[in-house]
């Protein structure tokens, strides 16, 4: 059955974009038949982590408001034949996103597709409720600091409490992705140590992403880092993540404690 994943996070500029993809293409050259779907209303950048601005003709809201039928609006990878996007509109607003047209399109994904992979726009608003509203699956996406990690906490808190699966009375699976970690930097005390992301945010360990001029070289061609440099370490980290997602066992460290009492999670 198909699962609706949401890439999120509390905090700009942690690499949920770069991740969405990354993921994304190390998911279809797992064999999984995967779309990655656009939320980020307005500004637009999955495409050009992707590669695939210049084939942008219909887009999410274009299939949201009825004008275009979704196979109009989804672009083929050129390069992983299972690998799909679906854009976001550059010229319009999140409010031109509504609650029945995100459910009719992700139920129609849902028949096309193994893994729908909606990338969320950063922070608690209209667009990343919608973005995580009908997720299966959660991966949230920090940094080693301590404002991304307490924004983090509170997008968990939204998880438990704005989606579709909480208003069920059930739990959305969440898997924490600990991006551009230097673990010298952190034995210095230059950033948090992954053991105290991991106690704060007590949900399950997806993959360390390290520090990578790979991740940023990648995007600037228009590439996923797990298709451009797959055995950079930051493109072996994303596929081992991949795996893990698709059920592999790939073993992650794990620690929880009386650090996690530093912030206290919060219901919206």
Same mark, same amino acid.
């Given at each position: 059955?198909a699962?609706?994943?949401?890439?999120?996070?509390?905090? +700009?500029?942690? +690499?949920?974009?770069?991740?969405?993809?990354a993921?994304?293409?190390?998911?279809?050259?797992c064999?999984?038949?995967?779309?990655?779907?656009d939320?980020?209303?307005?500004? /637009?950048?999955?495409? !050009?982590?992707?590669g695939?601005?210049r084939?942008v003709? &219909?887009d999410?809201i274009?299939v $949201?408001?009825g004008?275009?039928k979704?196979?109009q609006?989804?672009?083929?990878?050129?390069?992983?034949?299972?690998?799909?996007l679906?854009?976001?509109?550059?010229?319009?607003?999140?409010?031109?996103l509504?609650?029945?047209g =995100?459910?009719?399109?992700?139920s129609?994904?849902? *028949?096309? &597709?193994?893994?729908? =992979?909606?990338?969320?726009?950063?922070?608690?608003?209209?667009?990343? #409720?919608?973005?995580?509203r009908?997720a299966?699956?959660?991966v949230?996406?920090t940094n080693? *600091?301590?404002?991304?990690?307490?924004?983090?906490d509170?997008?968990?808190?939204l998880?438990?409490?704005? @989606? *579709?699966?909480a208003e069920?009375?059930?739990?959305?699976?969440?898997?924490l992705?600990? #991006? /551009?970690?230097?673990?010298?930097r952190?034995?210095r005390?230059?950033?948090?140590k992954?053991e105290?992301?991991?106690?704060?945010?007590? =949900?399950?360990?997806l993959?360390?992403?390290?520090?990578s001029?790979? $991740?940023v070289?990648?995007?600037?061609?228009?590439?996923?880092? @797990?298709? %451009? %440099?797959?055995?950079?370490?930051?493109?072996?980290a994303? !596929?081992?993540?991949?795996?893990?997602? %698709?059920g592999?066992?790939?073993v #992650?460290?794990?620690?929880?404690?009386? &650090?996690?009492?530093? &912030? @206290?999670?919060?219901?919206?």
């Amino acid at each position: 059955m198909a699962k609706v994943l949401v890439v999120t996070s509390g905090k +700009g500029g942690v +690499g949920k974009t770069t991740s969405t993809a990354a993921l994304g293409a190390a998911l279809a050259q797992c064999g999984q038949n995967v779309v990655v779907v656009d939320f980020d209303v307005g500004l /637009r950048n999955l495409d !050009l982590v992707m590669g695939a601005e210049r084939r942008v003709v &219909f887009d999410l809201i274009n299939v $949201v408001q009825g004008d275009a039928k979704l196979s109009q609006a989804l672009i083929r990878d050129k390069r992983l034949d299972k690998l799909s996007l679906l854009p976001a509109s550059q010229t319009r607003d999140k409010d031109n996103l509504t609650d029945e047209g =995100i459910a009719r399109v992700i139920s129609e994904l849902r *028949e096309r &597709f193994d893994w729908i =992979i909606c990338d969320s726009p950063a922070g608690i608003e209209r667009g990343a #409720t919608l973005a995580m509203r009908h997720a299966d699956v959660a991966v949230v996406v920090t940094n080693p *600091e301590v404002s991304s990690v307490r924004d983090s906490d509170r997008i968990i808190g939204l998880l438990d409490s704005k @989606t *579709e699966k909480a208003e069920k009375g059930e739990r959305v699976e969440k898997h924490l992705l600990l #991006t /551009r970690y230097d673990p010298v930097r952190a034995e210095r005390g230059e950033m948090l140590k992954k053991e105290d992301v991991l106690e704060i945010l007590s =949900i399950p360990l997806l993959g360390i992403i390290p520090e990578s001029a790979e $991740v940023v070289r990648a995007s600037n061609v228009g590439a996923p880092v @797990t298709l %451009n %440099n797959p055995n950079s370490a930051a493109g072996r980290a994303y !596929l081992d993540a991949a795996r893990r997602l %698709n059920g592999d066992a790939v073993v #992650t460290p794990e620690k929880r404690g009386l &650090f996690s009492k530093l &912030f @206290t999670r919060r219901a919206a």
